[in-house]
Each structure stands twice: as C-alpha cells, then as structure tokens.
C-alpha cells in the first residue's frame, strides 16, 4: 500500500567566515592544540561575525538549500528550525527565515533539543509532512554557542562553534516498502533526570539573563555512546536494516571519540562515516546538516543511499533516523 514519505530534495550549509584554531585558544586559556585534538579530535571552529545572528545564519543555509533542491522559496509551507541560540526569546528566529525569503503563507517556528535538535526538527517536520498538512519543509539547524560559552572555562569555549545547514523535505507518495525514498524511520528519547549535566546557567523565566553554558563533560561521554547506539537499534528493529546496510553514518559531531566509539559498537565501517567535528566543532543542532551538505558536495552521498542520522545532547535528549536520499 502507497505511503506518504518525507523525500529529501536538497540540503545546504552556512559557515561563518572566522576560523578559530586550536592554538588561539591556547593563548587565552590553559589548554593545548595537543590535548584538544586528543580528546575531541577539534582542530578548528567558526565564530559569527559582531552582528551576525542565528537567522541570518539559517536563512544562507536555507537558501543554499534551495539551490541545491532547485526550487522556489515560495514552494516552502512550513520551517522548522532547530536551535537553543535564538535571537531573541521571542518570536521565533524562524520567522525571520520565513520573512527573509519572502514568504507569507503556511508555517514557521523554532524547536528546542539541544545538539539533538535536528533530528527532533527532522521527526516533527516529517510528521507534519505526512499528515497532509504541508507539502514542502525546510529543516534547520542553526546556532551561535559563541555567544552562551564561558570564554574562560577551558573545559567548555574549546568544544562549541557556530553554523547552520538546511534541509528541503517534500511529501511524496511512496510504495511503502523500506526501499522507499524519504525518512523510513525516527526515533526519539529523553530523560530529564540528566538536565544538569547539560545547561545554560540563565533564561528569561529564572534569571531574566541569557546565561552560559556548563557542562559536566565526562558525566555526558559516560552516557553518550550507549544512548547513542540504543536508539540507533531502534531504529534498525524498526526497519529491519542492519549496520551493513548503511551507506553512510551522519552522527552528531560532539567529539570524535564518542563518534568512533558509536560506530565500533554498531559495527559500522569506519569509512562509513561523515566528520566534520575537526573544522567545525560541536554546532548544536546545527552538526548533522551541516556534515549532510558536506558530503552531498562532494558527492559521496548519492540519490538511493541509505542514511543513518544520530544525535545526543543536553537534556539529556536523544534520537536517531534513517532516511533513503
Ligand atoms: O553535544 C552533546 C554533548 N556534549 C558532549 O558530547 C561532550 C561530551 N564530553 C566530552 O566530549 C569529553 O568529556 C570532554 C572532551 C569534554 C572532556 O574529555 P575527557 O576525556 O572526559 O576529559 P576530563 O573531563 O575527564 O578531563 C581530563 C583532564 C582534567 O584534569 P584532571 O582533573 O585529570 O587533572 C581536566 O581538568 O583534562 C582537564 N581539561 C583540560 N585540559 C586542557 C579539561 N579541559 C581541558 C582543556 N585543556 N581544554
């Protein structure tokens, strides 16, 4: 029996111009590119330029996206983006997407995960898509944690930087087998009990302030690769695929050690996987499309791959899908 899917059209990123190295952050705290790079496997970051907000940010990836979808802003309904660095409380930045395209019909609103935000972004546009409701997406992931780091905090300002990537998803009618284009599954988990392993010091309700961000870093890898690798088996249950399946692995880049260690325990092939973790550093919600674009630029994922998506973050929150491009 046919089945309306969420079929990716296009995706595309924005990177802000400065590039923040290893060794300039070692001058202004006690750190070293050495440790760094060993810890995380971050070599580099972009930092937003004085002025320069989440929704510019998300509009450039977004209309990057476009062109790569060879389609119309006007042909959008809906906007999804994901962030936890928004410009303002309120509204959402996502109507600031919308206006700068120059749309004024169907939907927009911003959605809040932290560095899973663009899987929760992906799992709630899909639905959406397949109810009948919206015909064409763009999913976001955008963010500016340069703003809400501690720049004296070492064990903090060297992991995070900023970013943005889009994707365009379209309802199409399927075959509705699992060979089908478009999102075949999403999995979605979270358990507050973890919530001050990973926040932000401040917010308009408690401290009227913005706040910064803390983390207890090992508390977070502790928990990371086995809630990563969990939802990910959800996932494959749900479709029956198994790692060998895979064409490509896009997993959160927070540290390139809980990316391998994830995919040793999942028994994906190195080679398998997409990091950008080393230039980019931890984009938040923002990672994911941001590697997805990377590697439809170059060309390694093609029309028909299999794509398995993962995320994990404050919250904590977590979740994984599996898209057919
Ligand atoms: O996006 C989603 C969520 N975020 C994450 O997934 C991040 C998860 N956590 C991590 O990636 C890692 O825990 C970190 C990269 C944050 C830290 O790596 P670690 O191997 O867990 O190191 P650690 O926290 O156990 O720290 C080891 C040592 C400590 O010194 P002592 O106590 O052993 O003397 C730290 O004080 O390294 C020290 N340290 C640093 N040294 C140099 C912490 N940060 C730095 C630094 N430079 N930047």
Known sequence: MTMQRSVVLGCGSYLPSRVLTNQELARAVETSDEWIVQRTGIHERRVAAAGEL?????????????????????????????????????????????????????????????????????????????????????????????????????TTCVLFGDGAGAVVLEAQEQPGTREDRGVLTVHLRSDGRHKNKLYVDGGPSSTQ????????????????????????????????????????????????????????????????IVTTVDRHGNTSAASIPLAL???????????????????????????AALVRW
């Open 54 to 154: 989440t929704s510019d940010m998300a509009l450039h990836a977004a209309r990057a996206a476009l062109a790569n979808a060879k389609i119309d802003a006007q042909s959008i309904d809906l906007i999804v983006l994901a962030t936890s660095t928004p410009d303002q409380t309120f509204p959402a930045s996502a109507v600031s997407v919308q206006a700068g395209l120059g749309i004024t019909h169907g939907a927009a609103f911003d959605l809040q995960a932290v560095c899973s935000g663009f899987v929760f972004g992906l799992a709630t546009t899909d639905g959406l898509l397949r109810t009948g409701a919206f015909k064409r997406a763009l999913v976001i992931g955008s963010e500016t944690f340069s703003r809400i780091l501690d720049w004296s905090d070492r």
């Open 209 to 272: 302030t913005v706040g910064h961000l803390r983390m207890e870093g090992r508390e977070v890898f502790k928990h990371a690769v086995s809630m990563i690798t969990d939802v990910v088996v959800d996932a494959f249950k749900a479709t029956g695929y198994t790692a060998n399946d895979i064409d490509w692995f896009v997993p959160h880049q927070a540290n390139k050690r809980i990316i391998d260690a994830s995919a040793h325990k999942l028994g994906i092939a190195p080679e398998k």
């Open 293 to 319: 674009s990377d590697a439809v630029a170059d060309r390694r994922i093609k029309r028909g791959n299999l794509v398995l998506l993962e995320a994990m973050g404050g919250g904590f929150t977590w979740g």
